[in-house]
């Protein structure tokens, strides 16, 4: 599907292995520039996340991807890893990607039969993205991962935290903290401006976003979980197999 759209990813702030911050001044741009409803509310932030990454590691949790040609730890990290494919950040041909987590923006525009829509700085994928072909290509590809790196690779179920970007703009905050080696050097240059802090003043809470457990997963997509994710400050958690279910339930 053609999507007409005068916006280039370049367009927009990008340092990379600072995805959440990404998305979050991407969700601020979409909605000063009329691409989105201008308080966001046809905006979805997503965290891609798995349980195992908590359970498995040791020390601080590194923001680097994992690139399946060239691996490399900035620091002894144990983590688990979410592959995603049509990566800019990828060597190989399939674009395929170990992130510890990743963050997206999805939007729901208001009325019409028009088709939710990722936006996804780190695809190679059109910029934006209609959200099922996203899923085909990116999440759920016809094709897997060698067994050589699934031998090497602790790879977990993919979950995922959708927060009204309204919530998120208000609530996130990341002083930065797990960008920051043992000695307190930074693993990858971060962003020249200063720090996103709540409207409360949090200073810092990206790990209450990009931590998610199983018990949080819902089981259904019911009204119910529709209406929790407008008011609660971490959003709801789906499955995979639930993420197109939900947007195609949820109305902004």
């Known amino acids: 599907m053609e999507l007409s759209s005068s916006l280039d990813s370049s367009q927009f702030q990008?340092?990379?292995y600072y995805c959440e911050e990404n998305v979050y001044l991407?969700?601020?741009k979409l909605c000063a520039n009329g691409t989105a409803e201008a308080d966001g509310s046809d905006l979805f932030v997503v965290f891609i996340s798995n349980e195992k990454k908590q359970a498995c590691r040791t020390g601080k949790k590194v923001s680097l991807c994992y690139r399946l040609e060239s691996v490399w730890?900035?620091?002894g990290n144990k983590s688990c890893y979410i592959p995603?494919?049509?990566q800019k950040a990828s060597q190989r041909a399939d674009g395929v990607v170990l992130w510890d987590y990743h963050v997206i923006c999805v939007q729901r525009k208001k009325g019409g039969d028009s088709p939710c829509l990722v936006w996804d700085l780190d695809s190679s994928l059109p910029f934006p993205t209609p959200l099922a072909p996203y899923v085909s290509e990116t999440i759920q590809p016809s094709f897997q991962l060698f067994s050589e790196y699934q031998r090497t690779f602790l790879l977990g179920i993919r979950f995922f935290r959708i927060v009204h970007a309204p919530v998120f703009l208000r609530c996130f905050a990341s002083d930065r903290r797990h960008m920051k080696d043992s000695a307190g050097n930074w693993i990858a240059q971060p962003p020249a401006y200063e720090p996103i802090v709540a409207e409360d003043k949090t200073e810092h809470n990206l790990n209450e976003y990009n931590e998610i457990r199983a018990a949080e997963v819902s089981v259904n997509?019911?009204?119910d979980l529709i209406n929790a994710v407008y008011t609660n400050k971490l959003g709801v958690v789906l499955s995979e197999n639930q993420l197109?279910?939900?947007f195609?339930?949820?109305s902004s």
């Open 14 to 16: 990008h340092t990379p």
């Open 221 to 223: 997509v019911e009204p």
């Open 248 to 250: 195609t339930q949820v």
């Open 84 to 86: 995603l494919w049509h």
């Open 244 to 246: 197109e279910e939900f």
């Open 26 to 28: 991407l969700c601020k």
């Open 73 to 75: 730890h900035a620091v």
